[in-house]
């Protein structure tokens, strides 16, 4: 299933020249996936508490695989996004009961040796999805980007039904929030749809002020949701205290740039410098590398330097990362230059988010760690989303409308040497985005160390009340 998020970043050009399919629906084939994914892992994560987490996480392991099955026969472009949204239900049900699971099964001490399996491998995934999406492509179709899920959901499922059966049963039934929820979704989606459309038609079309008009009114009213709810999405008593609002800040905007710099570069080397998607995909490489590398040696820093501390210095290594690739970014583009600016974000997205999450998860009471960990990953998916949804946007805006489809078809470098140079624009222009994006992180980063070091009350007794209390 991790593979899956990352592989099909590099054969999304195979799947479009195969649709013909248009730049809206291009965006919405990685969007769907990652907006239901979003919205949907909280809510399964409750269910699981309630009913029992063997169950959901082989209903989600089951759905999972046969929605990978259907996806390679999509006979359209709109039944692909559709499935693609089906296969986003059954990735949450895995995602949010794979570390309660290990967590269930594992004694205490080697927990940690089970958590750090779990998270390596995901690490790896992460490191082989762009060159296993971009060989598979390639070699054997776009198709087959899905349909490897296959015979492993199937063996994963056949072990699973056999060694979780020792798993507890039914837990504590507890309403769930969702009028938060839905509230979440539509917003959301509306935002999506704006920022979609604006890209292909401007920001006076119908549809993108309808997006934005719905995500306007509808945003508010989900914070006042949250915070009258018993049982709420997302907590807002965890965004009381300053560090802890800063980290959350910070890992939001974090994961936005990292994973909008893969994809950018994915398209960058199939639409300009006309590489195959195996090829686009080897060149990405440096960067999860790295990303791998840094992450393991936070271990060895803390003995020089706080976790905040070390979050915050991070930021220094990503926004001169982005500085370097927005620099290479050429119509003659020099991959030394390109791999040292991947390497460069790779290994301070790596520090910050082991680091970040280390810092925010120490000063947390015990009795919110779980909730406080699924609002970040929550959070860290929103950036992944709207990360991904801007970034397009900005990179097709200054094409003609005709030109946007070959951005995402990997093609645009046959038409015209006039839409390769506007194209370079867009790519120059989301790169700037994202450095800003970085900057307000690092600026949050550097508020949260601030506050920290001042003296005052402990961060313990600040987020100890619980959400909800109806003022």
């Keep these: 299933m991790a593979l899956n998020l990352s592989t099909l970043n590099v054969a999304l050009p195979h799947v479009v020249r195969h649709f013909d ?7 919405w ?32 392991l089951a759905v999972f695989t046969a929605s990978s099955l259907l996806l390679g026969f999509s006979p359209t472009v709109e039944v692909l996004i559709a499935l693609r949204v089906v296969q986003a239900v059954g990735a949450a049900m ?19 040796h089970g958590l750090g399996v779990y998270t390596a491998s995901f ?57 938060g929820n839905l509230l979440l979704l539509v917003s959301l989606s509306g935002l999506l749809i704006a920022l979609s459309l604006a890209g292909d038609g401007g920001w006076g079309s119908p549809g993108a002020i309808a997006g934005l008009a719905v995500f306007v009114l509808l945003a508010p009213l989900f914070v006042w949701v949250e915070h009258r709810s018993g049982h709420p999405v997302v907590d807002l008593m965890l965004f009381r205290h300053l560090p802890f609002a800063m980290a959350y800040l910070g890992a939001f905007v ?14 960058y080397f199939q639409s300009i410098g006309g590489d195959g998607a195996f090829e686009a995909g080897m060149k990405i490489m440096p960067l999860p590398l790295a990303t791998i590398v840094a992450s393991s040696m936070l271990g060895p820093m803390t003995r020089w330097a706080s976790a905040r501390t070390i979050a915050s210095a991070s930021n220094v290594l990503t926004i001169a990362g982005l500085g370097v690739i927005l620099a290479g970014m050429t119509a003659r583009p020099s991959y030394t230059l390109l791999a040292v600016g991947f390497t460069l974000v790779g290994a301070g997205s790596g520090v ?53 489809r070959e951005v995402f078809a990997g093609t645009i470098s046959d038409v015209s040497s006039g839409a390769v140079g506007d194209l370079l624009y867009g790519y120059h222009w989301a790169l700037i985005m994202l450095l800003v994006l970085q900057g307000i992180g690092m600026a949050a980063a550097l508020a949260g160390w601030v506050v920290r070091r001042r003296p005052g009350p402990a961060a313990s007794t600040t987020v100890t009340g619980q959400a909800g209390s109806g003022r």
């Excluded at 996936?33 to 809510?43: E, G, H, K, R, S």
């Excluded at 995602?95 to 594992?106: D, E, K, Q, R, W």
């Excluded at 390639?138 to 959901?153: E, H, I, K, M, R």
């Excluded at 974090?254 to 398209?267: D, G, M, Y």
């Design 21 to 27: 399919a248009g730049a809206v629906a291009a965006n």
């Design 29 to 60: 084939v990685l969007l769907s996936f990652m907006l239901a994914n979003t919205v949907l892992i909280v809510v399964f994560g409750r269910l699981a508490d309630m009913y029992g987490r063997r169950g959901m996480y082989l209903t989600g």
């Design 94 to 112: 895995l995602l949010a009961n794979s570390a309660a699971i290990i967590t269930t099964v594992f004694p205490r001490r080697l927990l940690g």
């Design 123 to 179: 690490s790896v995934a992460q490191l082989l999805g762009p060159s296993v999406g971009g060989l598979l492509a390639d070699v054997a179709g776009w198709q087959w980007v899905f349909w490897f899920n296959v015979p492993l959901g199937v063996l994963c499922l056949i072990w699973g039904a056999f060694s979780l059966r020792s798993l507890p049963g039914h837990g504590e039934r507890q309403p769930l929030d969702m009028p």
């Design 254 to 267: 974090n994961t936005a740039a990292r994973f909008s710099v893969t994809l950018l570069a994915a398209l």
């Design 352 to 404: 910050f988010f082991s680091a970040n999450t280390t810092d925010l998860m120490t000063d947390m009471p015990h009795n919110r760690v779980g909730i406080a960990n699924a609002v970040r990953l929550m959070l860290q998916n929103v950036g992944v989303v709207l990360g991904t949804a801007l970034s397009l946007t900005i990179l097709t805006a200054p094409l003609e409308q005709d030109d946007r």
